[in-house]
C-alpha cells in the first residue's frame, strides 16, 4: 500500500513539473495582430499606377490607366493595357493598346463598343524606365459586369 502511495505523489510531481513548462501564445491583443500589419510593396521607379474601367449605358467600355515615376529619376514610361472579357470560363483579350513617353508620367484612355452579358477587367502593365534600367507592376482593375 505504501509502495502505490508512492508511485503515485511521485507521478502527481513529474506532472505538476511538466505541466509548468507549458507556455500559450499571445491572443494578438497587441499592436502586431494581423489586422494591423499592412505590407506594401516599395518600388524603385514607380511612385503610382492605375487601371480604371467604366462601362456606360450604351456599351462603351473606357478604359483609362496611369503609370507615375519619381520626378528626376524616371526617364520614359510606357502603359501596355488589356481588355479582357470573360468567356467560357477564362478571361480572353478583345482589344490590347500600348503607348509611351519620355516623361515622368503617362496616361492611356481608350474606348470601344463592348457586347452585354460578360464581365470585363483591364489588366495593365506599367513600366518606369531609368536608362536602360526598368521597372514593371501589373495592375488590374476591378471587374465590371455589364
Request: proline share 1%.
Amino acid at each position: 500500500m505504501y509502495f502505490k502511495r508512492l508511485i503515485t505523489a511521485i507521478l502527481c510531481g513529474a506532472l505538476l513539473l511538466c505541466s509548468s513548462g507549458i507556455t500559450y501564445a499571445d491572443t494578438g491583443s497587441n499592436d502586431h495582430s494581423k489586422d494591423n500589419i499592412i505590407i506594401t510593396p516599395q518600388m524603385v521607379y514607380i511612385y503610382e499606377s492605375q487601371s480604371k474601367l467604366n462601362i456606360t449605358s450604351t456599351g462603351q467600355a473606357q478604359v483609362k490607366c496611369y503609370v507615375e515615376g519619381y520626378s528626376g529619376t524616371v526617364t520614359k514610361v510606357s502603359i501596355e493595357a488589356e481588355l479582357q472579357q470573360y468567356k467560357d470560363g477564362d478571361w480572353v483579350t478583345i482589344n490590347s493598346w500600348y503607348q509611351s513617353s519620355s516623361s515622368y508620367r503617362l496616361t492611356l484612355s481608350k474606348s470601344m463598343a463592348v457586347p452585354k452579358g460578360y464581365s470585363y477587367q483591364v489588366v495593365a502593365d506599367v513600366t518606369a524606365y531609368n536608362g536602360s534600367d526598368s521597372e514593371t507592376q501589373t495592375v488590374i482593375s476591378s471587374e465590371i459586369d455589364y
